[in-house]
């Protein structure tokens, strides 16, 4: 194992003159580096935020340590950085006290794993060392918890611990362990800090929790996260409100099953919250969200679950989408992402920031709740501004209802008039690409008797494809960008359809005839296919005859295309999906109306 604070006597050798030379030499091409003209202080701060911050890394991990031996200048400054060694590396007790001079009187940053090294307990450093503790990071099954904080419940105060995070790494969903109320002394270091006006700090729980209503360490806090706590630990909604109201602070606040239970509840501001988390049942998010008032601009996350209620897709649609949405301001937003996998989720987000607030259904993934949560969103928020969408994982099996599914493409396309850029993931969606083929034939005035717009031509009995002055309408007038990621366009959606492949090309040609008759922007500028597959197929016309594409992998077809005639073949792709399609609600009235079905008028 490698050493990098002492050094073996008996390996160090008389250095001759030839070698000092030598030396000196690499020290002065060291020095004429870029990188050497960086200043001290920045050179400190980046070996600083190369320190683990894993419970797990410290006790293997020890590559951040290299930057003392790469060159004199580096390990001068690592040398003169007391926060780069003020994480202590427990399993190494030789090194540690060398890291404790080092780090001469900063705070000090333990973290422990009790699990995995139970040797190592850092009680003793602890006891010795309070005054100088900032961060206490401990991982420990529950029965060495259990000792380890009876040990420290009368410790000293710790002024400088700002920073407090405790996990119980074999908690069953019964058990639950209380800490001690006043542990390192909190409420003396609350009581001193009050002269200076020092508040701010960060405690995290996980299956643990300290008594409420009593312990100082709920309050005047910057971050606060709450991690599957038992229920009977959990406050009463009124007990927790009053408990956050004392950290009027509150950046950011995280609940994973965690909520309070019911009681009386009262208003509670938190004006600068950046971000809020809640994991819990339908029931006690809508309760937290209501009672919570923070600024437009905070990031809200709530991930809905399903337990103890009849009917819990209904409650999240009636009651959670709402309540979410009430807190989402509509100039937070212009990108919206919709994923269906093994959850339902929906981020808001706006295109110059890298954060988002997110709506999750935990445990539901098939067509119908997706078709539910999305409708929800859809009737809650305002999609005024939103120029990209994101659709991933929405290939779901053909619903049995495919009216309902079509309905909603084209209720949600002529709701986001100002959309701009589609994202599409892994496959299209059910019915989308068939669904948007329909469309823009249809305003160059090619139908078909077995479509489904020809069928229904009104709400309520189907989408309605006339506005009310009886002008077409269309699904995305302003789309102009199609980013396909990871996508076969090889594949169908039956043994029967066209290839997404041939639908693709068609619906393009489509937009661009449309936009030359309409004099409109209808057409698609740009298409981008990233890691797609069977991109150029043969005895198909090229995707760039109809826009600009873009792609890390497109190949170029190997048949002449100026013989072709587009026209016709897009029509006659447009024919077969439609005659290929399944009856609506199992209806066989499509089946009727046959070949002369297809007019072009």
Not at 572 to 587: A, H, I, L, T, Y
Request: glycine share 4%; charged share 20%; hydrophobic share 35%.
């Amino acid at each position: 194992m490698m050493d990098f604070f002492h050094l073996d006597q008996a390996t160090i050798a008389v250095e001759s003159a030839a070698e000092r030379e030598e030396r000196e030499k690499r020290m002065y091409q060291n020095e004429r580096a870029a990188i050497s003209r960086f200043p001290p202080e920045i050179m400190a701060n980046i070996f600083v935020h190369c320190v683990p911050t894993a419970i797990g890394s410290l006790s293997y991990d020890f590559s951040w340590l290299n930057a003392t031996r790469v060159c004199h200048r580096w390990r001068h400054i690592a040398l003169a950085c007391p926060e780069f060694w003020s994480t202590l590396i427990l399993s190494r007790p030789k090194w540690t006290q060398v890291m404790l001079a080092r780090s001469k009187m900063v705070p000090l940053v333990i973290r422990t794993d009790l699990e995995q090294n139970p040797d190592n307990s850092p009680e003793p450093l602890l006891l010795g060392n309070v005054s100088r503790l900032g961060t206490l990071d401990i991982l420990a099954p529950q029965s060495l918890l259990r000792g380890f904080m009876a040990n420290l419940e009368h410790a000293d105060p710790a002024p400088r611990l700002n920073d407090l995070k405790i996990v119980i790494s074999d908690a069953e969903p019964d058990d639950f362990e209380w800490i001690p109320e006043n542990l390192f002394g909190r409420n003396e270091v609350l009581e001193s800090r009050k002269a200076e006006r020092r508040f701010g700090g960060r405690l995290h729980l996980e299956h643990c929790a300290f008594p409420w209503g009593n312990s100082s360490w709920y309050s005047h806090l910057a971050h606060l996260h709450l991690a599957y706590i038992n229920e009977t630990q959990r406050p009463s909604m009124e007990v927790f409100l009053t408990t956050i109201s004392g950290s009027p602070n509150l950046q950011t606040l995280t609940l994973v099953r965690a909520c309070p239970v019911t009681g009386r509840a009262f208003h509670v501001g938190l004006p600068r919250l950046v971000m809020l988390t809640v994991e819990d049942c339908v029931s006690s998010i809508c309760q937290l969200l209501t009672h919570l008032d923070f600024p437009g601009t905070t990031i809200v996350n709530t991930f809905a679950t399903h337990s103890n209620d009849p009917d819990p897709i209904k409650s999240i649609c009636q009651d959670v989408i709402p309540v979410f949405s009430d807190h989402l301001s509509y100039h937070q937003y212009d990108t919206v992402r919709i994923k269906c996998s093994s959850s339902f989720s929906c981020s808001f987000h706006h295109s110059t920031r890298d954060y988002s607030p997110i709506f999750k259904s935990v445990d539901s993934s098939d067509w119908p709740h997706t078709l539910r949560f999305t409708e929800a969103l859809r009737d809650c928020l305002n999609f005024s501004n939103i120029t990209t969408l994101h659709l991933e994982g929405c290939s779901l099996p053909l619903p049995k209802d495919l009216f309902s599914c079509l309905s909603f493409w084209d209720s949600l396309g002529r709701m986001l008039n100002n959309l701009e850029i589609l994202h599409l993931y892994r496959s299209f969606p059910t019915q989308l690409l068939e669904f948007m083929l329909t469309q823009a034939m249809l305003l160059i005035n090619v139908t078909h008797g077995r479509s489904y717009f020809h069928k229904f031509t009104s709400p309520p009995n189907g989408p309605a494809f006339r506005g009310p002055d009886g002008s077409l309408t269309h699904a995305w007038p302003k789309l102009q960008c199609m980013v396909l990621h990871r996508i076969e366009l090889g594949g169908r959606q039956s043994c029967h359809t066209p290839r997404y492949g041939d639908l693709l090309r068609a619906f393009l040609w489509a937009r661009r005839e449309g936009a030359l008759e309409k004099n409109g922007t209808l057409s698609i500028w740009q298409l981008q296919l990233k890691s797609c597959f069977n991109i150029s197929l043969n005895k198909s016309p090229s995707l760039r005859l109809f826009t600009d594409v873009i792609s890390d992998k497109i190949e170029r077809p190997t048949l002449p295309l100026v013989d072709m005639d587009l026209c016709a073949y897009s029509v006659q792709v447009f024919r077969k999906m439609v005659e290929d399609q399944p009856p609506v609600n199992g209806s066989e009235q499509q089946q009727q109306n046959s070949e002369e079905d297809l007019y072009d008028s």
